[in-house]
């Protein structure tokens, strides 16, 4: 009896043994992983856990955005309702919702964040967004940017060849054989805003009624949709767009490509919390993933630029190519945005 006691203890003691290296493994494992996602916090998670399915409203086109989100989904557990739409519409929803005081999104990831009103945005800290460039957040705490928004022309590489393109924006007042052939969003306020912040007032103003008066360019609904009717040869050049958008259709392997002239205008795709958020912790824990390495290393792959310095851009240069140029970030705020859109119809309205 008191040898099977003696076998009994030591076979307690090899359990207890075994069961601790196997905790200690298992944490060995939890720190491996918090090591490659810093930006999964353990209290948060389990918080985030406890809600519904994350609701996402974004303007980043499905192909890159169900699969980004999809990691998240696969670290975490928490699924996700993902709803895509243009900044316009997406601005519309959100505020046709807030008057109602319905809470039906968490995160919103656009690059008009910084134009809704505060109070519809929580204040938010994402330990990640200290990786960011200083001027991708947001001083009261409402946005921060998941990737730079650089605006420069570009160009279908089949119907126009480099020693064509201008060096200025002056010199496309010359180009006469481009009628008809250019193509620019009708939202493109923050580039006007450049522009104008760049040449002055009077000089902006004669160069784009010249551009309008010879060129007659086309006012398009969509940078992604222009970018691709650009590649697809619909228009030889876009006379402004967003950088990573046309790096997007020429990484797919579309005949575009992108040049830089003074000024570049900077914006940010941007990410904000919902003051009204259903799952706020799935929220705060997804606005920190997006704004993560991993993220940013992934979006990296489309053509978007990042704003981390631990991230390489993609094509190689082409955020090098665009700051020896003259960039001045442009964020307007909702008043300011009515101004320059009323601006910008004026001067590009058909004559």
Request: one cysteine or more; glycine letters at 6%.
């Amino acid at each position: 009896m008191a040898g099977l006691l003696k076998t009994s203890c030591r076979l307690g003691a090899l359990a207890a043994f075994a069961l601790s290296l196997g905790l200690a493994s298992a944490a060995g494992e939890d720190a491996k992983r918090d090591a490659k996602r810093p930006w999964l916090d353990p209290t948060l998670l389990a918080a985030a856990q406890k809600e519904g399915p994350l609701v996402v409203y974004s303007s980043m086109n499905e192909r890159e955005g169900l699969p980004l989100f999809k990691i998240f989904t696969d670290a975490t557990g928490i699924k996700v309702n993902y709803v895509r739409a243009a900044d316009t519409p997406l601005m519309s929803r959100i505020a046709i919702e807030f008057r109602a005081k319905q809470k039906t999104w968490d995160i919103l990831q656009t690059t008009t964040i910084n134009k809704v009103p505060p109070a519809m945005l929580a204040q938010i800290d994402p330990s990640e967004a200290k990786a960011l460039s200083p001027d991708a957040r947001d001083p009261g705490r409402r946005w921060y940017g998941m990737y730079a928004n650089y605006n420069a022309p570009a160009y279908n590489t089949k119907l126009v060849q480099p020693s064509e393109l201008p060096k200025t924006y002056e010199d496309f007042i010359s180009r006469k054989q481009w009628v008809n052939r250019v193509a620019i969003d009708g939202t493109d306020n923050e580039w006007l805003k450049a522009m104008f912040e760049h040449y002055g007032e009077k000089r902006a103003t004669e160069i784009i009624k010249g551009i309008v008066s010879t060129l007659k360019p086309v006012v398009t609904d969509g940078h992604l949709a222009m970018a691709r009717a650009t590649g697809a040869g619909e228009y030889a050049i876009s006379l402004n767009n967003y950088v990573n958008l046309s790096m997007n259709v020429k990484l797919a392997g579309g005949p575009i490509g992108v040049w830089a002239m003074d000024p570049v205008a900077l914006m940010f795709g941007q990410v904000g919390v919902s003051a009204l958020a259903p799952n706020p912790n799935a929220a705060k824990l997804a606005a920190n993933f997006m704004l993560s390495q991993e993220a940013q290393q992934f979006i990296a792959k489309f053509g978007r630029l990042p704003t981390r310095s631990d991230v390489a851009d993609n094509p190689p240069g082409t955020i090098a190519m665009l700051r020896k140029k003259k960039v001045i970030p442009v964020l307007l705020k909702p008043e300011e945005e009515k101004v320059w859109q009323r601006r910008f119809q004026e001067l590009f309205r058909p004559r």
